[in-house]
């Protein structure tokens, strides 16, 4: 049997999207950051980790992957996210009545953060 470890995304700037993921989810260096790769872990050992890699890659608009994270507080995790330096993306495939708003990290990749609350 096999469990997913880390998350891994690719980032322009390895140091400032560690240090925008690392506020945002409360996660930890696994080991010190270098310019081209780090493994941020769950400060308290427990669940997936983040690694991000130097990518030239440019973003996708529409990726086939992304992080979706949950929470009971969406606008007020929205507005945390967004003083850490997230911004809104201009989503126009959201549904009627979504549960989600969809974001960019500091390096442009899409994430959605979920209502939990929400139907």
């Given at each position: 049997m096999v469990r ?116």
């Amino acid at each position: 049997m096999v469990r997913i470890g880390t998350v891994v995304m690719g980032a322009s700037d390895v140091r400032r999207a560690a240090a925008f993921w690392t506020a945002a989810l409360g996660h930890v260096e696994r080991e010190p950051a270098t310019d081209d790769w780090v493994v941020l872990v769950p400060a308290d050992g427990q669940g997936v980790g983040l690694s991000l890699g130097l990518s030239e890659s440019p973003v996708q608009e529409v990726p086939r992957v992304h992080l979706d994270l949950y929470t009971e507080e969406q606008d007020a995790e929205v507005e945390r996210l967004l003083t850490l330096g997230a911004t809104r993306v201009d989503w126009h495939l959201y549904p009627q009545d979504p549960d989600f708003v969809v974001l960019a990290d500091t390096e442009g990749n899409r994430f959605c953060v979920i209502d939990t609350t929400h139907g």
